[in-house]
């Protein structure tokens, strides 16, 4: 079976902001690069996605891979900690990316994003573009062709490397992807991704604080305190979903790598002779949640790492793999979704070494009679990122449309789960359609639109990605019946107007 045809990322960013999903941070002062603020119709897709995780993360029952219900509990922890926290996690000293600097244009690169294209002759000109970005390699590619005089790549002469694994004399034949002249980008060098602060109201090194990258080390910071708070016993889950801030040198790709960001992470504590078990089930779980809330087609994978990229953190026994979504700008590629960690005891322990409180990172299990540091397994989503994904996945073009296009979600994740017309707005179908909307937004986000031709109003309906249009037409007053029209197929079918509302709660869910 053919592969489907690559979603437009200019086209998809455009109903974004024409509809309101997200727009540009600080837009009328110019934007800020990697800052995005969500419309309307992209705050509710994100609470929807919010909501869906904690309800099934934290509410609903689970079974474990061993036959018992699965204890989490939830936390909130602040955006700003003590700056100890991130010394014993390692940030402050490792949190750091090689940057590379465009003395021609200013631009700023993770040097690890970066691929040259050139050929293999000595003294050859080389053509630097940013990973996965398809416009800078087509450009890259544009010009390395005029400037040879060629028409098309030779797969003989012609290669695609890292920046990094460039050396002195290659560096200096490199033309960087927002310059027009070779030997212009920078050697390489770190730089901490952390956003550093003050608290108080003096600016001193002293009081130095950091906005946080991650929101884990809250949950790790917290264990003792929520252990003897609740009744949790191991093995249990802390769950958080809260906003984290990295200085990303080269922020891109929309809202997939930005500077603010909500995370959705987990942190289940176990025994360490139950990782393997606790590994697998979470890891599976977690891939087949993607699936039920509308990411069903062949644009999710599931990646096991290699031994060579676990971080300091995982432990090779149980494994790191990484969910992974088909994004347009990463097409025929994947980027990543959520990760799943065996995360080991590294976390607490750094945190009673560093604290000096041992005690307080350590887990004691009565029936023992024995104290010890937990494993952990971490499943760590992006909110954004999964926003994202929702979006790309549900943009779809149909010409039989008057938009032309129609925004397919999953019911569950439909910003608008509903739209309420009167066929026309006088003999009393206005006043009916607004009590049916009353009554639909008590427990679901409904809009009224009483305006255009009902054709421009499903169409509008369709780029919001509102599942059902349901009319108040003649035979409502008659017969009491109201017409649904589907989003995904265009039938309608007639209903009791009295049945409406049960109804659309179970195609909700």
Known sequence: MPDAPTKSMEEIVSLCRRRGFIFQSSEIYGGINGFWDYGPLGTELKRNLKNAWWQDIVRNELIGPFGDPVQIVGLDSSIIMNPKVWVASGHVGGFNDPMVDCRESKARYRADHLMVLGAAEDGARLYAFIDNDTE???????????????????????????????????RARCVGPDAKEPGTLTEPRQFNLMFKTNVGAIEDPANAAYLRPETAQGIFANFDNVINSTRVRVPFGIAQIGKAFRNEVTPRNFTFRSREFEQMELEFFIRPDQAAQWYAWWRDQRFAWWQSIGLTSDNLQLREHDRDELAHYAKVGAGTSDIEYKFPFT????????????????????????????????????????????????????????????????????????????????????????????????????????????????????????????????????EAGTPFCITIDSETLSAHTVTVRHRDTQLQEKMHIEAVSAWLDAQVG
């Open 136 to 170: 800078q390699r087509a450009k890259a590619e544009k010009i390395l062709l005029k400037y040879e005089r060629r028409e098309v790549l030779d797969a003989a002469r012609h290669f695609v490397r890292a920046f990094t694994t460039l050396n002195a004399d290659e």
């Open 331 to 462: 097409s025929p590629g994947f980027g990543e979704l959520e990760g799943v960690a065996h995360r080991g005891e590294f976390d607490l322990r750094q945190h009673a070494e560093h604290s000096g409180k041992n005690d307080k990172a350590k887990y004691f299990d009565q029936e023992k009679n024995e104290r010890y540091f937990p494993h952990v397994i971490e499943p760590s989503a992006g909110a954004d990122r999964g926003t994202l994904a929702l979006l790309c996945e549900a943009y779809t073009k149909d010409e039989s449309r008057p938009s032309g296009v129609f925004m397919k979600f999953h019911p569950r994740m439909a910003p608008v789960k509903a739209g309420i017309f009167p066929l026309v707005n006088k003999d009393g179908m206005p006043e009916i359609a607004e009590r049916l909307h009353r009554e639909l937004r008590k427990r679901h986000m409904c809009e009224y639109d009483p305006k255009q031709t009902i054709g421009k109003r499903y169409a509008r309906m369709d």
